[in-house]
Structures are given as structure tokens and as C-alpha cells.
């Protein structure tokens, strides 16, 4: 099984809302991440988790706070968004932090913040 | 951090052989060329990686000449469903796991 799962497929949110991202995999890898990708650009980086704790930080706004529950899990709260936070949200997982580490995605999350 | 150039878009047709080709003339001694590809509204998916001279997979090869400054990925007779963005990623990086993806070569392949 070399599948990460990510829900919801689709999000709207109002400015004043709270809402989770969640991200799954069951592939025992002990790295996971997130990223942003705006529409017609490559994905960035937000956070990355090594063994269930966070390991990089990339300046993310507070309004986005990470969470890695367990070695399977990984969550994104979203609080007070921006329309311009409006993009897909992908993870990925790998087998350890590796530079060479091939990272697996799931299929994102779109998100649109109104 | 080495920095990538790739052409911003490409078209082939069916049937083509397709090459797509990565500056990349600051590598680092200790860095890797991987190739991503991402469908439209899905995330990215590896597609190959190399170090020097040529991999090949069941999927594409990839060339690297001597010198490494630059790379080749090579798709061989290519479909409609190959149309997608690649992405050419050099690594490793200062912080372990961080890739940085330039802006990619959106390929189309028509009939």
C-alpha cells in the first residue's frame, strides 16, 4: 500500500471558521509533510514531521497549526484564514527524512476561503 | 541550494518520444536529480532518480551528462495521459526532507 489518503477533498471556510485537514498513511513512514500550492505554481513547503514531532517550520502564519497525533496521522488546524490562504493542500510521507527519501503525496485538499 | 531551469512548457504528440531538460550548474557534489510528476488536482508523484550516467525505469530514463550541470528526462512514446507538469528537484539539501520545486514543464500531448 503505497497510498496517502487526505480529507476532505474539498473545503470552504469563511474567514471566522475553524476547520482540520486531515492525512493518513500506512506505509510505517516516519516523515510526513505538508504543502501549499497555489494554482499554476509548484508546491512549497510548510511543515515537515520526523518521528512525530515537528522538525521544520517554513515561517508558516500561527493561523495554520500543525499536528501529528500518531506515526499514521497528520492535521492541519485552520483558524481565521485569508482568501488568499485559498490553494491546494497536499501531504506527503516518506520513510525517514532523508534527502533522497522518495516523499509519496495524497491527492490534497482544495481549499477555499471566502 | 542548487537552483533549476526548465522549460516552462512543452507539446508533443502521441507516439512521440518526449525529452525534457533540467539546468542545474551550481550541483553540489553530494546531490541527487529526481523528476516529479503531478496530474492537474492531484499531488506529485516520483517518477525517477539519478545520480550520474543513465537510470531507467518502466516509466522514463534519465540522462546525466559528466559534468552534471544538467539532466534529461526522457519519456518514450508518450500518451495523452503523460500530460501533466514534471518537476526537476537537485538535492540534498541544508535541512534533510525539504524539497524545493521549481516551476515545472507542463507538458501537453495531443492526439
Known amino acids: 500500500d503505497t497510498e496517502v489518503t487526505q480529507t476532505p477533498k474539498h473545503l470552504v471556510m469563511g474567514m471566522t471558521n475553524k476547520k482540520s485537514l486531515k492525512c493518513e498513511q500506512h506505509?510505517?513512514?516516519?516523515?510526513m509533510y505538508w504543502y501549499k500550492q497555489k494554482a499554476k505554481k509548484p508546491p512549497e513547503l510548510m511543515f515537515v514531521?520526523?518521528?512525530?514531532?515537528?522538525?521544520i517550520n517554513e515561517s508558516v502564519p500561527s493561523r495554520f497549526s500543525p499536528e501529528c497525533p500518531n506515526s499514521s496521522l497528520l492535521n492541519l488546524h485552520l483558524h481565521a484564514l485569508q482568501p488568499e490562504d485559498s490553494a491546494l493542500y497536499l501531504c506527503?510521507?516518506?520513510?525517514?527524512?532523508?534527502?533522497?527519501?522518495?516523499?509519496?503525496f495524497g491527492p490534497g485538499t482544495r481549499l477555499t476561503v471566502l | 541550494l542548487a537552483k533549476t531551469t526548465q522549460p516552462i512548457s512543452m507539446d508533443s504528440y502521441e507516439g512521440q518520444e518526449v525529452n525534457i531538460t533540467c539546468s542545474h550548474n551550481?550541483?553540489?557534489?553530494?546531490?541527487?536529480i529526481t523528476w516529479y510528476q503531478q496530474f492537474p488536482s492531484q499531488g506529485p508523484r516520483f517518477i525517477i532518480q539519478?545520480?550520474?550516467t543513465k537510470v531507467t525505469n518502466e516509466v522514463a530514463s534519465l540522462f546525466i551528462p559528466a559534468d552534471r550541470k544538467s539532466s534529461t528526462l526522457s519519456l518514450p512514446r508518450v500518451s495523452l495521459s503523460d500530460t501533466a507538469v514534471y518537476y526537476c528537484?537537485?538535492?540534498?539539501?541544508?535541512?534533510?526532507?525539504?524539497?524545493?520545486f521549481g516551476q515545472g514543464t507542463e507538458l501537453s500531448v495531443k492526439p
Open positions: 506505509m510505517g513512514h516516519r516523515a
Open positions: 551550481n550541483i553540489a557534489t553530494n546531490d541527487y
Open positions: 528537484l537537485v538535492g540534498p539539501y541544508n535541512q534533510g526532507g525539504k524539497l524545493i
Open positions: 506527503a510521507s516518506s520513510r525517514e527524512i532523508v534527502d533522497t527519501d522518495t516523499q509519496y
Open positions: 514531521y520526523s518521528y512525530e514531532k515537528l522538525s
Open positions: 539519478g545520480y550520474k
